[in-house]
């Protein structure tokens, strides 16, 4: 079949955000609208009002849910009435938490809480929802990793080591599932202005560091993902498998 612009369309389509209430994932949920999915909203408290307002606003539709992805053994039983009511086409792995603390001190409650959130509840949802979507031949599951996925960080080891372990989950699931109509990708975002990294913005020096490596000489807006999200929820990718999709200004480059 010919390319047409329509392999981007995600008319008829169903997708579930995490983290959908702010920053990238609240980009990324109004983007898949944008394009035609109806969108599932998944929050931890209910005030996605913003989210919300925003899809509103170019005529898409959406659902909303309510799922504390820090509770790992109650996420299967709170996605079960979803799966029976939707078949989900795309699922978008965003949620992520960020923990800053020397590795001498670290607390293991905070250790253990990123990685619930950050990895856990990502391999939960995927073999919930990625299991759907394999008996059906079809589905595209995006899993948001960071500069963290190829770099150590300074005072976030609980934080790199999950958005290590989330590629490398991102291509054990592409390997199994890509001959069954998946596609399991990842997008890694550079510096992005959003409420994760509000603390490194207002340290004078590190912000003055982290720009003066940026070749694109800013720091990223969450909607710089939109795009990106569209693609590797659509048809358009459909011969994409475990790619790790970096998009940062050029940091990595650097
Ligand atoms: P953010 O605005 O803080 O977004 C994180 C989202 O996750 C929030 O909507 C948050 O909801 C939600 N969340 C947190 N704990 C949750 C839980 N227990 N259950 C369900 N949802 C929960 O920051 P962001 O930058 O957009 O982060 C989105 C993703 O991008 C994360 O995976 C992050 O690691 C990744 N990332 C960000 C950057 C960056 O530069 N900003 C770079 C690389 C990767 P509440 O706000 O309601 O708590």
């Known amino acids: 079949m010919s390319f047409t612009l329509d392999f981007f369309s995600l008319k008829g389509k169903t997708a579930l955000v995490t983290g959908a209430r702010t920053g990238i994932g609240q980009a990324i949920s109004v983007a ?8 599932l909203l998944l929050g931890h408290r209910d ?14 539709t959406y659902e909303t849910l309510l799922v504390d992805l820090s509770d790992t053994s109650t996420i299967r039983e709170k996605i079960t009435p979803i799966l029976e009511k939707h078949e989900i086409d795309i699922l978008v792995n965003n949620a992520g938490i960020i ?10 409650t905070e ?13 939960i949802l995927s073999q919930e929802i990625g299991k759907a979507m394999v008996a059906r031949n079809s589905g595209k599951i995006i899993n948001i990793a960071s500069l963290l996925s190829f770099q150590g960080g300074l005072f976030v080891p609980a934080y790199t080591a999950s958005k290590h372990a989330v590629t490398g989950l991102t291509k054990a699931l ?16 550079g510096y992005i202005e959003t409420n994760n990294t509000e603390a490194i913005r207002n340290d004078e020096n590190r912000n003055k560091s982290i720009l003066e ?3 694109a000489g800013r720091w990223g807006e969450a909607d710089d993902l939109a795009g990106t999200a569209v693609f590797l929820a659509s048809k358009a990718s459909d011969y994409v498998n475990g ?11 650097r």
């Open 32 to 39: 898949l609208a944008a394009a035609g999915a109806h969108v």
């Open 47 to 60: 005030n996605l009002g913003e989210t919300k307002e925003k899809i509103e606003k170019i005529n898409g």
């Open 99 to 108: 923990h800053r603390e020397p590795a001498a001190e670290f607390s293991e």
């Open 111 to 123: 250790w253990l809480r990123v990685m619930d959130v950050n990895i856990n509840s990502v391999f």
């Open 174 to 189: 592409a390997n199994e599932w890509a001959s069954k109509g998946v596609q399991v990708n990842a997008i890694a975002p």
């Open 213 to 215: 490596r940026i070749p």
């Open 243 to 253: 790619h790790v999709l970096v998009v940062d200004g050029g940091w990595m480059g």
